[in-house]
């Protein structure tokens, strides 16, 4: 497989895992019971994680993982927010939706449209702020709020957050998408404020430097980490094999090294629902969604 094949075998992975996942998103179905049917979905396939499969509901935007001892059901009036990431080869496919429990329909529609509409528009020489724009737009002819500091992202081999940044905002950016870039973009709509926050719970994290450590738990557990290259882990991956005390001891070490990068939750700072869409894209005349099935 070239470059390019790769992504698509990725992004087709990262597609059917995504409406695997999406479908068993029901009334009473257990948070952590999905995202392991989705780890084990994206490996039948043959992809690697991105990063961990996350499903973050109504308030909070991203970045909810499944705890190794999670304890939520689904439940009626929720709006769950899947995002799933798969490499072949390190190169990555990374798409999202929106899984309406509740009465959500137009939100929901807001970032799918706002996806659309961006699609619609890339190409080489496109400048991001003009899909920040088309995003801005859509979402507020919905009546909702673009979230702001959130963004799309370029994609690289092994990694998943690179340039250029794709705005959910005009920003007057005159960034211009290149031939053969990869890129995600990921509008999310917002009852609320439109801004998001970081909690402090983090159990997601991705290793930003590699330390001498003498503990010789944190060691154990820092051999464990550097498998996953600099991509994100979490807790619960990490804790089958070593057990979560044995992890937590090791993480706090390696955070107060300052060994770590940290994605707590982020829930929108006004306490609206939020809806998200997502779709990895190779920019060509032609603009491939690699994510698309
Ligand atoms: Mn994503
Ligand atoms: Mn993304």
């Known amino acids: ?23 068993l998103i029901k009334i009473d179905a257990s948070l952590l019971d999905v ?67 509740g009465d959500y329909d ?9 996806l659309n509409n961006a699609l619609k528009i890339i190409g080489p020489g496109v400048y991001v702020g003009d899909i920040g724009k088309a995003i801005q737009e859509t979402i507020t002819k919905k009546g909702f709020s673009p979230v702001r ?7 690289a081999q092994y990694v998943y957050h690179d340039k250029p940044s794709i ?8 960034t211009q998408l290149k031939k053969g870039q990869v890129i995600a973009i990921e509008p999310f ?14 159990n997601i994290f991705s290793l930003r430097q590699k330390k001498p450590v003498r503990n010789v738990i944190t060691r154990q557990i820092l051999t464990e980490i550097m498998k996953y ?41 006004g306490r609206g629902f939020i809806s998200q869409a997502e779709h990895t894209v190779i920019i060509d005349d032609e603009p491939i969604v690699t994510t698309r099935i």
């Open 167 to 174: 705005p959910n905002i005009e920003t007057g950016d005159k």
């Open 1 to 23: 497989m070239d470059i390019r094949e790769k992504y698509i075998e990725a992004g087709k992975i990262a597609a059917e895992s995504l409406r695997y996942g999406a479908q």
């Open 106 to 114: 137009k939100l929901v529609e807001a970032s799918r449209e706002a």
């Open 35 to 101: 995202t392991e049917k989705v780890e084990q979905k994206i490996l039948d396939l043959g992809g690697e994680f991105a990063f961990p499969p996350q499903i973050s509901l109504n308030e909070t935007a991203a970045h909810y993982c499944a705890e190794p001892d999670d304890t939520i059901l689904f439940k009626k009036g929720d709006l769950a927010k899947l995002d799933v990431g798969v490499m072949i080869d390190g190169y990555i496919g990374d798409n999202a939706t929106t899984v309406n429990l």
């Open 149 to 155: 500091n959130l963004s799309g992202h370029g994609l």
């Open 189 to 202: 709509a917002s009852t609320g404020s439109g801004t998001i926050y970081e909690t402090n719970q983090a």
């Open 229 to 269: 290259k600099n991509m994100p882990f979490t807790t619960r991956w990490l804790s089958k094999n070593l057990g979560i005390a044995k992890v937590n001891f090791a993480l706090r070490e390696m955070i107060h090294q300052d060994m770590l990068n940290l994605y707590p939750p982020l829930p929108d700072s």
